[in-house]
């Protein structure tokens, strides 16, 4: 167990729709981060935010937004879903960023959100 | 596009094998990062490294990173077969961009 935790397990929706995947870091991590995998793209980077800012920016679409609350929480939004967006979606904690971004980070994953677009 | 390409992309050895996988890329990495995924989980971090040249040992685990920093290898020794699963890497190439390599598989048969 990571310390990391991540809502809901599994997600089925359809195209079109909007659903939000939450993150809650290990206590006293600072950073989260987003990722995307599927089978075809491997593993991607989405978004960092350290301590409630935006830190850093991967591959992510305009269609998806994420925010880090004042409790560190975080969610991913991801709206006018497409068949495509169908993935594991893992959110990742680490204590601090350095010096703005991965150097050196242990980051721990959570046990990621299944999401299935029908 | 990967960025990173993961050598090879299966592998099945027995229990009691030496096995080595890669991880290359055509720039340079400031650091690069070894995680291993199991079925319904999330990647747990393995290593670091930093230095060109630098070799880590974890257990039966060794992980070189190459000279120029763009290339690192992990050989493991006398796989068990708790060492089934995907190993990634992920090199970080600027201040705010890492990315990972598509992995490989690994299964470890009794």
């Known amino acids: 167990d990571s310390g990391v935790t991540q809502t809901p397990k599994h997600l089925i929706t359809a195209t079109g729709q909007r659903v939000t995947l939450r993150c809650s870091p290990r206590?006293?991590?600072?950073?989260v981060y987003w990722y995307q995998q599927s089978l075809d793209q491997g593993l991607q980077f989405l978004i960092q935010?350290?301590?409630?800012?935006?830190?850093a920016k991967g591959n992510i679409l305009e269609r998806f937004s994420a925010q880090q609350f004042p409790d560190l929480h975080s969610e991913l939004n991801l709206s006018s879903l497409e068949l495509g967006d169908s993935a594991l979606y893992f959110c990742?904690?680490?204590?601090?960023?350095?010096?703005?971004?991965?150097?050196?980070?242990?980051?721990?994953f959570g046990p990621g959100t299944r999401l299935t677009v029908l | 596009t990967q960025l990173l390409e993961q050598s090879p992309q299966f592998l099945s050895i027995q229990e009691g094998e030496n096995l080595t996988v890669y991880c290359n890329s055509s720039?340079?990495?400031?650091?690069l990062q070894w995680y291993r995924q199991e079925p319904g989980e999330g990647p747990v971090l393995l290593v670091t490294?930093?230095?060109?040249?630098e070799v880590k040992k974890l257990k039966r685990l060794t992980f070189q990173f190459g000279d120029a920093r763009k290339d690192s290898s992990l050989h493991i020794t006398a796989a068990q077969t708790g060492d089934t699963g995907l190993y990634l890497c992920?090199?970080?190439?600027?201040?705010?961009?890492?990315?990972f390599g598509a992995g490989t598989r690994l299964t470890v048969k009794p």
């Open positions: 990742a904690s680490s204590v601090d960023d350095g010096s703005g971004g991965f150097y050196l980070n242990t980051q721990y």
């Open positions: 992920a090199g970080r190439y600027n201040n705010n961009d890492m990315r």
């Open positions: 935010y350290y301590n409630g800012e935006e830190r």
């Open positions: 490294v930093v230095t060109g040249g």
């Open positions: 720039s340079v990495f400031s650091s």
């Open positions: 206590s006293g991590d600072l950073s």
